[in-house]
T-cell receptor, first 108, second 126 residues
Framework: SYELTQPPSVSVSPGQTARITCSGD??????GYWYQQKSGQAPLLVIY???ERPSGIPERFSGSSSGTTVTFTISGVQAEDEADYYC???????????FGGGTKLTVL | QVQLVQSGAEVKKPGASVKVSCKAS????????INWVRQATGQGLEWMGW????????GSTQNFQGRVTMTRNTSISTAYMELSSLRSEDTAVYYC???????????????????WGQGTLITVSS
């Protein structure tokens, strides 16, 4: 089965930069996507196709890709950014969608 | 605005079946796949499968093959996910999500999910 690996947790102080990585072999062939999930809410798409930002998503949210790793970055973290973040992609054939295990972002 | 609205929470006994609905609005229902994702309490997201509302073709992970049925009623822009032979481990919030692809996407390209329904809590308990 195909897997995406994320760190379980990341902690940053307000105003600092938070980076969350997601690794998986098929990421060299597939785009990575990122979702924000606040407590008790449905996930919200925040980055698509590695580095595209949907309408309405703050500019401080960005994404990048290198080899088999995609990275989600929040520049100038705010208290409201505290949430779980999930990466998503698919196997190289596009048959099976997979999510990373999620990263809990704590704003100190 | 584009929106997916799901049916309400349900409590089921082990061995029973449950059917969750997902009503789409704000876009052409048959133009986008509907995907189903579940999340057990305190756990991560687990993709279950997809349905093409135009063709009613479906696909699901091995974990759910034989137990999940995805259907739709195009006249009311509503997708359904039925899960049978429920067990306690199926207790979770179930989400529907619209699968998006760009016009330049190849068939093998992964979709992204936007928007998501609000989620439906299914509790399996004797």
């Amino acid at each position: 089965s195909y897997e995406l690996t994320q760190p379980p947790s990341v902690s940053v102080s307000p105003g600092q930069t938070a980076r969350i990585t997601c690794s998986g072999d098929a990421l060299s062939k597939q785009y990575g996507y990122w979702y924000q999930q606040k407590s008790g809410q449905a996930p919200l798409l925040v980055i698509y196709k590695d580095n595209e930002r949907p309408s309405g998503i703050p500019e401080r949210f960005s994404g990048s890709s290198s080899g088999t790793t995609v990275t989600f970055t929040i520049s100038g973290v705010q208290a409201e950014d505290e949430a779980d973040y999930y990466c998503q992609s698919a196997d190289s054939s596009g048959t099976y969608v997979v999510f990373g295990g999620g990263t809990k972002l704590t704003v100190l | 605005q584009v929106q997916l609205v799901q049916s309400g929470a349900e409590v089921k006994k082990p061995g029973a079946s449950v059917k969750v609905s997902c009503k789409a609005s704000g876009y052409t229902f048959t133009s986008y796949e509907i995907n189903w994702v579940r999340q057990a309490t305190g756990q991560g997201l687990e993709w279950m499968g997809w349905m093409n509302p135009n063709s009613e073709n479906t696909g699901s992970t091995q974990n759910f093959q034989g137990r999940v049925t995805m259907t739709r009623n195009t006249s009311i822009s509503t997708a359904y996910m039925e899960l049978s032979s429920l067990r306690s481990e199926d207790t979770a919030v179930y989400y529907c999500a619209r699968g998006c692809r760009s016009s330049s996407s190849t068939p093998a390209a992964s979709p992204w999910f936007d928007p998501w329904g609000q989620g439906t809590l299914i509790t399996v308990s004797s």
